[in-house]
């Protein structure tokens, strides 16, 4: 969701191709405004880059083309669930739910990401939003 432009647009042609009785399934993240704990924890892993191949993407790199993304994109004070939400019931979808309690996809990801990418995981504002078509 962070990534579009025009997030109200996407919404308004999702809710006019879904039938009616229709569900919409959105999973994200806000991966913008994190809290004190990831801060942490994202510095800890910092300290563990760059000890690969050689390969990687310099940080300084990938920081200017974050910020280059996020001048563009309509979300980029973050992609909070509940102003989602808020936009999808504006353009007609109802019955609108967001679970944050993603324990289970973490758990199962979890396998695949070292320990400190796990952690982080788990701290990050996670989602899934379910609406309907009336």
Same mark, same amino acid.
């Given at each position: 969701?962070?990534?579009?432009? !025009? @997030?109200?647009?996407?919404?308004?042609?999702?809710?006019?191709?879904?039938? @009616? *009785? *229709?569900? /919409?399934? #959105?999973?994200?993240? !806000?991966?913008? %405004?994190?809290?004190?704990?990831?801060?942490?924890?994202?510095?800890?892993? $910092?300290?563990?880059?760059?000890?690969?191949?050689?390969?990687?993407? @310099? %940080?300084?790199?990938?920081?200017?083309?974050?910020? $280059? #993304? /996020?001048?563009?994109?309509?979300? $980029?004070?973050?992609?909070?669930?509940?102003?989602?939400?808020?936009?999808? *019931?504006?353009?007609? /979808?109802?019955?609108?739910?967001? !679970?944050?309690?993603?324990?289970?996809?973490?758990?199962?990801?979890? $396998?695949?990401?070292?320990?400190?990418?796990?952690?982080?995981? *788990?701290?990050?504002?996670?989602?899934? #939003?379910?609406?309907?078509? @009336?």
């Amino acid at each position: 969701m962070w990534t579009l432009v !025009d @997030p109200e647009a996407c919404f308004r042609e999702w809710a006019r191709v879904l039938k @009616p *009785g *229709g569900r /919409l399934l #959105i999973i994200d993240g !806000d991966f913008v %405004n994190i809290g004190p704990l990831e801060r942490l924890v994202k510095k800890v892993a $910092s300290l563990f880059e760059g000890k690969g191949t050689g390969s990687e993407v @310099p %940080n300084a790199v990938m920081a200017a083309q974050h910020q $280059s #993304i /996020l001048s563009r994109v309509f979300f $980029s004070q973050g992609a909070r669930a509940e102003a989602i939400a808020q936009m999808l *019931g504006e353009c007609g /979808l109802t019955n609108i739910r967001i !679970d944050t309690d993603l324990r289970h996809i973490h758990k199962a990801q979890a $396998s695949h990401f070292g320990f400190l990418k796990s952690l982080q995981r *788990g701290l990050q504002h996670r989602y899934a #939003i379910t609406a309907e078509k @009336p």
